[in-house]
């Protein structure tokens, strides 16, 4: 797929529309474009090199490497880098007789260009001045000896801020196509972390490992296994796991880049190691990787991998993955509601026995014989809390028991939970389990405690 969407980028190079503007001739209206062909791409054969000013690429194996230190470009980069050229536009074509002694005025500098080689043959586009009246500005393309010249235009979106009167002559998107020309190699590398595993998953979509050990000041050591979807310590106390987060970690992994990539390593440079992580694949080969804060005098997340000759810079949004916790990968819900459910509540020495009734409208219904109406709004407050993930679990700790902590006793499919209300968490002990489930948030005093909040006087 990628082969063939840089092939529809490379004839694009090739066929400009043209938008006539001829002294003595309207200008054609967007419907009315024609296409001038400069080159017929059969005429070429394949592209085996692309250069700029500061960067060149050759390919080998279908892929694209930078002459400079052979290392992997990024196709997507890359075919962005040719997309863009596929929106120049041309306005009009320069006789021989109206480009005589002038080359120099339009072309001052030779050092904007792009250069295509190709089997057959080499392509180079010259970006020359730009028009101070408009967006346009000169164009030079090259094919061995023989050069044709134009008035051309970047057809793209405009994405800078400009004044509305200025529209006509602002220059972001010429200021963009000289950046292009400028752009070093480094730009372009693939800084994937797993080149291999990403390309071969189509994208880091397939699962790609057998399991993740992570090791970190933060945290303790704990293992994933993804082909069964646990970790190792398990989840305790009846707890599940959350099995979407696997599948998540799983890609997230195969799709792991850097913002900037660092080579050859210099070990020495390398300083205050935070963690490591070893990641088994499912032919079993293993990939230590190591992170560490500092990298010389730069300060940030710096990854290394004893599959690489390279020191990763991540963003701080993808280091998050070596700053997980085994309980991040469990169900930390107090309970669940998936149909009716009865179940009793006690507050001091009285219980009142209910049922929920979960359909399109949340409700909650008496099962004894007398009492007061339940008020929905507040059991549906504290079942919101309670079937929400928690912050974290823990045994059962007895000083949780606070003879001045509000407190809840539900009866639930015989399973006791005691809800405690603290001043800034909330916690649900399952007592049968041996566990409790604590729950932070700024939200807590918006979950009835007493009584009388759960029930309407008559």
Avoid at 275 to 293: C, H, I, P, S
Wanted: a positive charge; proline letters at 2%.
């Amino acid at each position: 797929m990628k082969s063939r969407y840089l092939l529809i980028l490379l004839i694009g190079l090739t066929v400009f529309t043209y938008y006539f503007e001829e002294l003595g001739q309207a200008k054609k209206e967007l419907a009315g474009q024609d296409s001038i062909t400069l080159f017929k791409p059969q005429e070429l054969g394949k592209l085996l090199k692309i250069s700029t000013r500061n960067a060149s690429f050759y390919k080998k194996k279908g892929n694209f490497y930078s002459v400079s230190d052979d290392r992997l470009i990024d196709i997507k980069k890359l075919n962005n880098f040719l997309e863009l050229l596929t929106k120049i536009k041309i306005k009009r074509k320069f006789s021989a007789a109206e480009i005589v002694g002038k080359e120099g005025e339009f072309f001052p500098h030779k050092n904007d260009f792009f250069k295509f080689g190709f089997e057959k043959d080499e392509l180079v586009f010259f970006l020359g001045k730009k028009l101070d009246f408009d967006t346009s500005f000169y164009m030079q393309v090259k094919r061995g000896g023989k050069s044709e010249y134009f008035v051309a235009f970047d057809s793209s979106a405009l994405e800078e801020a400009y004044k509305k009167s200025d529209r006509h002559k602002a220059a972001g998107k010429y200021r963009r196509l000289k950046t292009l020309a400028y752009l070093k190699d480094s730009f372009y590398l693939d800084t994937h972390v797993f080149k291999k595993k990403y390309y071969q998953s189509v994208e880091g979509q397939r699962l790609n490992w057998h399991s993740f050990e992570l090791a970190t000041r933060r945290n303790k050591k704990f293992a994933v296994d993804f082909s069964r979807q646990a970790t190792y310590p398990k989840a305790v106390g009846g707890l599940g796991y959350k099995k979407e987060i696997f599948k998540q970690l799983a890609t997230k992994l195969t799709q792991l880049k850097s913002k900037e990539i660092y080579f050859p390593i210099k070990h020495e440079n390398l300083k205050k190691k935070i963690g490591e992580v070893v990641l088994t694949d499912l032919m079993g080969q293993k990939f230590e990787l190591k992170l560490y804060r500092q990298y010389g005098s730069l300060d940030g997340y710096f990854l290394t991998s004893n599959t690489e000759e390279s020191v990763f810079d991540l963003g701080k949004e993808d280091v998050q993955i070596f700053f997980l916790n085994h309980q991040d990968f469990w169900d930390l819900k107090a309970i669940k509601i998936e149909k009716d459910r009865k179940f009793a509540i006690t507050f001091k020495d009285k219980t009142h026995q209910l049922e929920i009734i979960n359909g399109k409208k949340f409700g909650i219904i008496r099962n004894d014989i007398a009492g007061k109406e339940p008020r929905h709004s507040a059991f549906l407050q504290l079942f919101r809390f309670l079937t929400n993930q928690a912050d974290r679990v823990a045994s059962i700790d007895p000083v949780s028991q606070l003879k001045n902590a509000s407190q809840i006793l539900l009866d639930w499919q015989q399973n006791p939970i005691r809800v405690i209300f603290k001043e800034n968490e909330i916690i649900a002990q399952n007592l049968k389990e041996g566990i409790q489930l604590h729950y932070k948030s700024d939200k807590i005093s918006t979950v009835p405690m007493a009584e009388e909040h759960y029930f309407i006087s008559p």
